[in-house]
């Protein structure tokens, strides 16, 4: 274990040492990334927990560069937990959000807002502890939430354990509250959440790098002032983490000597029942995020609702949720914002090629009419065409492409249909309702790959998209960090996400484009990916009816002028305002004219879905 002996540290916490801390901890986060996600296995084995981790520490940090000269410590806290809040990823981001907004409430409440003593020190750590675990719908005893707890435990113990000749200081708080979480990371092992439990062991590490960070600090300096390299800027971390490197390499023990590994999480079935994971942001007030948290609490589990609401009780909420019902997960009340679902447990179709599924899972329960949502088998068909061509193509790819392996491609889906939210999410992309622009930077934030197609569903989704994808091209410059306190090698990370936009401009070209491309973003590149969405897209014919033109007569005789004799699928997605019996009318009319063209009432097949969507009343998509 990290053991240490006690050092004379700074006398307080500050503002420019909170500011050295979450610095340091995303150093740390960095550098431990993978290992991290490697530990992953609870609740959903997606080995995403340290990238989500590091994302959030990194929106704090985002958060504290805009804070004017001479911020105090409250000030710096709450922009801190407002950053994190809003930055979160996962669930694991999330609790890690709600220790920082624990640590603001103590920094408010604290006599002095300009410093926190040892005595408000071991109050942020109890705080920590009560509210994760009650930020947990389900709380589990060997996770983060008993860290957090033993850690608090060790922060109390050390500050009662103190006497006149050896008065309490924020180092020996820190430490003791450290070396609580270390004991608890160690003791919790193999306790059916993998070798460690990840979120346990990334808030482990931020513990650490906290009582690194007060110790760099000299006695006889300014509170909060830390030895830095000589290159370094206002906003360096501690040049030496020597704790935090030991606590890591305690990690790397604890994996390899535990039975648990990358087997066992590959067998290991998923802990969380939810089928899909849901998060947004909630603008609201705290009784209506109380109201919502009850509300999720029926119909799934992880659930989380976590913000940082001001004197009126007015705030931003984070979200987070695994269902079954994604749609049911969306707020009755208060403004959500930046909503990014995804499915947690991939089918044969996000996982393969659609050709080579004989049958894939359909992307959606039957309707009550016994019909089934079919894209994907279109898709199948038409590709089976395209890879006729394909070794032709390959033979054509530039010398570049030929000695690089691709990196993988994620899909981000845009809509504004809430009852379409399954189907895309089924397909592997990362769904992105009403988008905007930060609503589709978090989705490529969520996907975890280098570069990602995103499918617009309308001119201003397209906008929206191209401005993540500017706005994440201006943050893709390379960073240089170096390992936290190890003296090794500078690592280049890329800080952004190439985004390709295709030209896809309603519902129904985003279902086509995103069933087509299901599962190839490990074997293609991104150009090739994008322009197979798009013709796909482009293939489909739609129409768009609204208001007298939506009426049942009316979708009846537009799809009778439309359709065609070699027409193989008719999809009809209905807004929230469209009449109850236009998609059976639609389905009759498809039916008769499939018998009086090509002698068999079944020869196209019909697919209706209550998309929900705010406009178009009707859209029709024939192909």
Do not use: K
């Not at 504290?64 to 996962?90: C, S, W, Y």
């Not at 909630?282 to 995020?289: I, M, N, S």
């Not at 447990?345 to 049958?359: I, M």
């Not at 322009?531 to 007298?548: D, E, F, H, I, K």
């Amino acid at each position: 274990m990290a053991d240490r002996t006690d050092a004379p540290g700074v006398p307080v916490i500050t503002a420019p040492l909170l500011h050295a801390w979450l610095n340091a901890a995303r150093a740390v986060a960095e550098s431990t990334r993978e290992l991290v996600n490697f530990l992953n296995v609870f609740p959903v084995p997606d080995a995403d927990t340290g990238t989500n981790v590091l994302l959030t520490v990194r929106s704090a940090c985002d958060a504290l560069a805009l804070l004017p000269p001479g911020a105090d410590l409250a000030q710096t806290a709450r922009a801190a937990a407002d950053g994190a809040v809003r930055g979160a990823r996962g669930n694991s981001g999330l609790l890690i959000s709600q220790v920082l907004a624990a640590l603001a409430d103590v920094c408010a409440e604290a006599p002095d807002p300009t410093a926190l003593r040892p005595v408000e020190l071991v109050h942020a750590y109890e705080r920590i502890a009560t509210t994760t675990w009650a930020a947990v719908s389900r709380p589990v005893a060997g996770t983060l939430l008993t860290v957090a707890q033993d850690a608090a435990t060790g922060a109390r113990t050390a500050f009662e354990e103190s006497t006149a000749s050896a008065p309490p200081s924020v180092s020996t708080v820190a430490a003791s509250a450290a070396f609580g979480a270390q004991e608890s990371v160690v003791e919790t092992a193999g306790l059916g959440h993998g070798a460690v439990d990840a979120g346990g062991a990334a808030l482990m590490l931020m513990y650490t790098s906290l009582s690194d960070t007060i110790d760099a600090g000299h006695a006889d300096a300014a509170p909060g002032a830390l030895p830095v390299s000589p290159s370094a800027t206002a906003t360096s971390t501690p040049s030496t983490l020597p704790c935090t490197d030991v606590a890591r390499q305690m990690l790397d023990d604890l994996v390899a000597a535990t039975t648990h590994g990358a087997g066992a999480r590959e067998n290991a079935g998923p802990f969380s029942t939810g089928e899909f994971e849901v998060m947004y942001l909630l603008e609201a007030t705290a009784a209506q995020a109380a109201a919502l948290r009850r509300d999720l609490e029926p119909i799934g589990d992880s659930v989380g609702v976590v913000g940082t609401p001001d004197a009126l009780g007015v705030g931003m909420f984070q979200v987070h949720v695994h269902t079954d019902t994604p749609r049911a997960a969306l707020p009755r009340s208060g403004r959500a914002r930046q909503v990014c679902i995804h499915h947690l447990h991939p089918t044969a179709l996000a996982l393969a090629p659609a050709w080579e599924a004989d049958e894939p899972p359909l992307p959606t329960s039957a309707p009550a009419d016994g019909r089934v949502v079919s894209f994907e088998r279109l898709a199948a068909r038409r590709a089976q065409h395209d890879s006729q061509a394909a070794p032709a193509a390959a033979g054509n790819g530039s010398h570049a492409a030929a000695n690089s392996a691709p990196r993988r491609v994620g899909v981000i889906a845009c809509t504004r249909a809430p009852g379409l939210i399954e189907q895309f999410a089924r397909t592997g992309a990362v769904v992105v309702l009403d988008p905007e622009r930060d609503g589709i930077v978090r989705a490529a934030g969520d996907l975890g790959a280098a570069q990602a197609v995103v499918l617009p569903c309308d001119p201003q989704a397209a906008a929206s998209a191209h401005a993540a994808a500017r706005f994440l091209a201006a943050r893709s410059a390379v960073s240089s960090v170096r390992g936290a306190g190890t003296g090794e090698a500078a690592r280049t990370i890329p800080e952004g996400v190439r985004l390709l936009v295709c030209d896809t401009d309603d519902e129904a070209g985003v279902l086509a484009a995103a069933v087509a491309v299901a599962g190839q973003g490990e074997h293609a590149e991104l150009g090739e990916l994008a322009t197979r969405a798009g013709s796909v897209a482009a293939a489909v014919r739609t129409t768009a009816l609204t208001g007298p033109d939506a009426e049942t007569d009316a979708v009846a005789a537009a799809l009778t002028a439309a359709l065609r004799p070699d027409d193989e699928l008719v999809t009809v997605i209905l807004g929230r305002d469209a009449l109850p019996d236009v998609g059976a009318v639609a389905a009759a009319t498809v039916a008769r004219y499939a018998e009086q063209q090509l002698d068999s009432p079944d020869a196209i097949e019909v697919v209706i879905h209550a998309g929900a969507q705010p406009t178009p009343d009707v859209l029709l998509a024939i192909g």
